[in-house]
Structure formats: C-alpha cells, structure tokens
C-alpha cells in the first residue's frame, strides 16, 4: 500500500508554502529531514563543490516502494499529514510534501530507494521535475539521494549563490543543528571525497557542543527543567569579560531549529549586569512540549513558530540562567537588583575579583573606592593590551612608586609592574629557558670560602656552576673564577658562588639553592630606584619573557593592566 498522498487543495490552501531551496544548505536541510523522518540510523553525506556540483545523502531508512518513489516528486505529496487537523499536531521534520518537487526543478535529481517489503528497488533519473529515465535494482533497504549541479538552468538563480567558502559554512551550519537535536544517529560527513565529521551516537550533547564548536566544557553550565506540558534543557556558557569571540545562540523545539526573538531577549536578559558584551553569549536550548502547543504552519522554512508556552518558557529560562550567574559570582539579588548597584567587571579566573560600587554617597563610600582600585585591576591581562605595550620601543610615560612598582601609561592602558617579581622571572629565564652568555674576567678572581668541602662537593659545584655560566678552576685547594653570566654584574656572581659553596652538601637540591642565590642577591629589589632608562630596559626584557604574567617559583602576578573602562566608570 502506496505512503505517500497527493493532498487535496483544501488542505493545500491551509499550509503556509513558499520557495523552500535558496540555496545548497536549504537542499541538504530537506533531505536530512526526510531521512530522519524515515527512521534512519546511519546516513552519510557526500557534498562536492560546496553543494553546487553534488549534494548526495545515503541513508537506512524505511526507504520507498516504486510508486511512493514516484509520487515523491510531485508538489504536496506527502505521508507526513491527511487531514487539516494533521497540520496542529505535527511531529515529523517535514509535512508539506514540497522538498523534493521543488529540489527536481532546479537539479538534476536521482533517487536510488526500496522498502523492506520490495524485492527490488527503483533508481529514477529526474529533470525539470518530470522522470526521464527508470531502473529497477538491486539494493538494501533506505534510500540515496544524488542532486546534482543545483541551478543548472537558472543562470541568474545560481549567480547568486556565494562564495564556495559561504556556501560551505552555510551548509555546515544545518548539518550541526541537525546533529544537535538528533542524537541517537551516526553521521558521516564528506566534503571533495575527505570525511570531515564522524558523528557517533555515543557522544553527549556537551561533548558534541564543545568539539563542533572549539568550546571549553568548563565553561559551560546544564539546566534541566520538566514542567507537565514541555521539558527544557539549556547549555550556556559563562564568557571571560574580555573575550571577543562570537557566541553560538541556538533554539530547538521538538528537535528542529527555529528563530525566536521572544526567547532569544529573554535569555541575553539574564546576564545583564554580568557583562556587556552580548554577542560572546553562547546558548543552546532544547524544549521538548507537545505538538499540539506549537503552530509551525507560520513559515516555509519553519523557521518560526508560534508556541503557546512561549512567556511561560522563556521566564523560566531567564530566572534559571540568572540563579546560576549569581551562584557562580557571589553576588545577592538583593545587591543584583538594586537600582543604585551597578556591575562593573567579572573576571572569570579569579572570583574574589568580581565586585560592586555603590553610586548614591554613603559612609563607606571611601573605603568601596579603595577596594575598587586594588580589585578593579584585570588579571586576565589581554594579550591584545600586552602586546600594544610590548609594540613601544620607549616607554615615555613611565614612573615608579615606592622604589617598588612600575608604571607605564599608553592612551588606553596603565601597566602596573611589580618590579622584583619581573626582574626574578628575567633571571629565571636567562638560566634555565635560554642560551647563558657569559663575560670573561681579565684578571681570575680568588673565590675564599668559610669553610672547608670535600673535595667531591668541590667538583660537583664547579660542574654544575659551569653549566650556568660560571667558568670555575681549582687550583692548589684554591677556587678561581675566569667568567660570569652577563645577567649578572661580578660582584653579585661573586656573592652567588659563594653563598652556593657555602650552602650546598650532598643532600641539598643544588638548583634550588642556586635560584636563591641569585634572587637574594639580585640588583633589582623592591627598594631599589630605578632610573628611566633602567626601567625601560626591565619592562622590555620583561615582554621578551615567554612568561610575563606570573612567576616560576611561587606563581604570584608580575603585572597588571587597568583598562580605560575602570576610570570611566569611578569618575560616571
């Protein structure tokens, strides 16, 4: 028994139609569907030419007998609705029957597909929408689908087709909606004959969010709401405030994509007073509501749906998403939602940095502003910010405080450096992550020590103080020393070999006594003044670090950046 119905035209009337192929992502949009709705567990897709030359999809569905393949092509054939009360209760993919009439019109079109109950299928060759050529086959059950060189005869419709690069993403960006919201099926994806996605069933929806996307799944969080007439599940992500990547918005109701500007409001809604920048908002929200609270019959590409719930949802939605930015900062909805509050900075790394201000005048008005500033400051440092210092080949406006900290100003930025932390990584770098240049002493220095080593110590010391740089020689129980690192002056290269000859026995870690050595007596100290171009010179050897942020051995911050945005807002 024949599927697939022509409707009539009272039902055709009733169904909200229009041209459903823009372009190559809307044809392979309409076969994955006709594929999901035919039950398939395993479909292949093989574009060529970002889909002008071939969009193929080959899948093990239910398949077509010969007359449903037949039927298949004509406008409003379909087996998805038989009657005008089918249209508000849908819950297939497609409904219309117009995908593959309209698709036979502009391609060159074959259908390879059988049934379970056909001993034979049918490969029909199609053009200008009328079958010109049939051949019974041998085949498995399911369905393949070739469309080929899509707008062949519309000059002007296949000019307006974009780039292949355009063309491409568009086409992956159907094909990731549809793996989003249909899990439970393995896709193979083929671009110019290289597989470019292998989508297994057993990966979870986090999982396949954060590898399509390039996300971090630590910076995404779940809610899972169930109400009697829908279930909602949302993946969001919590954004750095200074990030500038664009975030992924997807909606998906009843496990199909749609636009929703209602929800879309709603959601972004909820971060306010959190950040600033809405567009690095990434949300995935999956609702699952019976399909009789849903009105698809709105939009030729159901792109927009008219739902019942919508208010209700998009609340709920809001409220959850809110609940868990406060839990996540540790701020009151007291404090959230008090109209002289104002959030001014998150910084997702650290949360003792997040704070508030108070804009109406009080007694601890002071003491908010202090901690502002010490709070205000950004430790994820930019690396955009970083590297406009670093571009400076002279830091005119710079000065330092307390003979302890430097501080450099551009037109958007201040640098904050604290001076012995920065001169300790420098150090640390030229010993251990760089090639130790040294310089030679005219004249071999006497090294006298305070107390008597075996001679094994004696020689494990030189040894080892030769691979950072130390030219030491023993001659008649007497230490000389022939060079030093350029790092260090003499004096202080003196000092260090002495203090490591003075320390070190065979259980001691020699290069920890050595890093010691070398920061006591560093010439760079907090107390230390610092003339211009002695700062000049630390801040660059600073930026030439491959780590400028924190120090090796205990991890602390060297520098800092406040960004234009602090002074605004303390001065608002």
């Given at each position: 028994m024949n599927k697939i119905k022509i409707l009539s035209k009272y039902i055709v009337?009733?169904?909200?139609?229009?041209?459903?192929?823009?372009?190559?992502?809307?044809?392979l949009r309409?076969?994955?569907?006709?594929?999901?709705?035919?039950?398939?567990?395993?479909?292949?897709?093989?574009?060529?030419?970002?889909?002008?030359?071939?969009?193929?999809?080959?899948?093990?569905?239910?398949?077509?007998?010969?007359?449903?393949?037949?039927?298949?092509?004509k406008k409003y054939a379909t087996s998805k609705i038989k009657n005008i009360e089918d249209i508000y209760n849908i819950s297939t993919k497609g409904f219309r029957g117009e995908a593959l009439a309209a698709i036979s019109l502009i391609s060159q079109l074959e259908i390879q597909t059988k049934d379970k109950n056909s001993a034979l299928g049918i490969h029909l060759f199609i053009e200008n929408g009328k079958i010109n050529k049939e051949i019974p086959l041998y085949m498995?059950?399911?369905?393949?689908?070739?469309?080929?060189?899509?707008?062949?005869?519309?000059?002007?419709?296949?000019?307006?087709?974009?780039?292949?690069?355009?063309?491409?993403?568009?086409?992956?960006n159907e094909f990731y909606k549809i793996i989003l919201s249909h899990r439970n099926i393995k896709y193979r994806f083929y671009h110019n004959d290289k597989i470019y996605f292998f989508i297994d069933k057993n990966i979870s929806l986090k999982e396949r969010i954060t590898k399509i996307f390039n996300f971090k799944k630590n910076n995404f969080k779940s809610i899972f709401i169930k109400k009697d007439k829908?279930?909602?599940?949302?993946?969001?992500?919590?954004?750095?405030?200074?990030?500038?990547?664009?975030?992924?918005?997807?909606?998906?109701?009843?496990?199909?994509?749609?636009?929703?500007?209602?929800?879309?409001?709603?959601?972004?809604?909820?971060?306010?007073?959190?950040?600033?920048?809405?567009?690095?908002?990434?949300?995935?929200?999956?609702?699952?509501?019976?399909?009789?609270?849903?009105?698809?019959?709105?939009?030729?590409?159901?792109?927009?749906?008219?739902?019942e719930e919508e208010n209700n949802i998009g609340n709920i939605i809001h409220k959850n998403i809110k609940t868990l930015l406060l839990d996540q900062y540790f701020v009151t909805k007291e404090e959230l939602y008090n109209k002289n509050i104002e959030y001014l900075s998150v910084s997702e790394k650290n949360k003792d940095y997040n704070f508030l201000i108070k804009k109406k005048s009080s007694k601890d008005e002071i003491n908010q502003l202090e901690n502002l500033l010490k709070n205000a400051i950004n430790k994820s440092n930019r690396e955009n910010d970083i590297l406009n210092f670093y571009q400076k080949k002279n830091f005119k406006n710079i000065f330092q405080i307390n003979n302890k900290y430097i501080i450099v100003i551009n037109n958007d930025n201040c640098l904050l450096i604290d001076q012995y932390r920065a001169y300790k990584n420098i150090l640390f770098e030229s010993f251990f992550k760089r090639k130790i240049e040294t310089a030679k002493i005219s004249y071999p220095i006497e090294i006298k020590f305070l107390q008597k080593k075996e001679k094994i110590i004696i020689y494990d010391i030189i040894k080892y103080l030769k691979s950072m740089g130390f030219y030491l020689y023993d001659c008649n129980q007497k230490i000389y020393l022939y060079s030093f690192p350029k790092k260090l002056t003499k004096y202080i290269s003196i000092k260090v070999v002495k203090n490591i000859f003075c320390k070190y026995n065979e259980n001691n870690n020699k290069e920890k006594i050595f890093i010691n050595s070398i920061f006591q007596f560093s010439s760079i100290k907090y107390g230390v003044k610092l003339c211009k171009k002695k700062m000049n010179s630390l801040v660059k050897e600073l930026f030439f670090c491959e780590n400028p942020n924190y120090t090796y051995t205990s991890g602390s911050q060297i520098l800092f950046i406040i960004n234009k945005d602090f002074f605004e807002k303390i001065f608002e």
């Open positions: 009337n009733q169904i909200a139609a229009g041209e459903v192929i823009e372009r190559p992502s809307s044809v309409e076969l994955l569907e006709n594929s999901i709705d035919a039950n398939a567990k395993n479909i292949d897709i093989f574009i060529k030419d970002s889909g002008k030359t071939l969009i193929q999809l080959v899948d093990d569905g239910d398949g077509m007998n010969i007359n449903d393949a037949k039927i298949s092509i498995m059950k399911g369905t393949r689908v070739s469309v080929k060189n899509i707008f062949h005869g519309f000059p002007a419709r296949r000019a307006y087709l974009r780039s292949s690069q355009i063309e491409f993403r568009n086409i992956v829908f279930f909602i599940n949302v993946i969001f992500n919590i954004p750095n405030r200074f990030s500038y990547k664009k975030g992924i918005q997807l909606i998906i109701v009843n496990k199909r994509s749609i636009k929703n500007y209602f929800l879309h409001k709603k959601i972004v809604s909820a971060y306010n007073r959190f950040f600033k920048n809405f567009h690095t908002i990434s949300y995935f929200v999956f609702i699952e509501i019976d399909p009789k609270l849903v009105n698809w019959n709105i939009h030729p590409a159901k792109k927009e749906v008219q739902i």
